[in-house]
């Protein structure tokens, strides 16, 4: 069994956060804050943050650093941004309707148990990363699934936590 030093292993996970030309690319920001936090013997503070009085900056940056957003993501004609931090910032502030019942907009009460629920769940618990967001197929999980009470309409949402708010089409 090959045992790897936990410095090395953080280096390791430091260099494959940098794409080609030094690049960056959507992944997790810290080595503490991916799946290897336990193996690297990270304090329990570096992959949970505390919660009390977290704003939607706090919710986004945490989405960000666990690698289940972009950064920053703009595609589309015309151009905006969506999985990435200000797509997440912009459906927190204003949230959306409910994807369930058009004629329902999301509240604050339905925004601050989410916020509080995406900065209390580990990183690996809170959903899929952000490169498995588009797969689709047989092989991806159904982690950010979202079924409606009604339970006839599929969507998936981007954390366990949001209950719909960060909803997109499923691939």
Not at 151 to 168: E, F, K, P, S, V
Request: glycine share 8%; charged share 20%; hydrophobic share 30%.
């Amino acid at each position: 069994m090959i045992r790897l030093h936990p410095l090395a292993l953080a280096s390791l996970l430091l260099v494959s956060a940098c794409g080609e030309d030094d690049a960056s690319v959507p992944g997790y920001t810290s080595p503490c804050l991916s799946p290897m936090g336990s193996v690297l013997d990270c304090p329990a503070s570096a992959s949970v943050p505390a919660t009390k009085n977290a704003t939607p900056e706090d919710a986004c940056e945490r989405l960000v650093q666990c690698g289940i957003l972009a950064g920053e993501r703009i595609v589309g004609d015309p151009l905006h941004h969506e999985f990435d931090y200000r797509w997440c910032l912009g459906r927190l502030r204003l949230p959306p309707q409910d994807p369930c019942e058009s004629h329902r907009r999301y509240t604050p009460d339905h925004v601050n148990p989410a916020i509080e629920c995406m900065m209390s769940t580990p990183c690996v618990a809170l959903g899929e990363p952000f490169s498995a967001k588009f797969v689709g197929g047989d092989d991806s999980s159904t982690i950010d699934s979202y079924l409606c009470p009604d339970g006839t309409t599929t969507r998936c949402t981007a954390t366990i936590c949001d209950h719909g708010i960060l909803n997109y089409s499923c691939p």
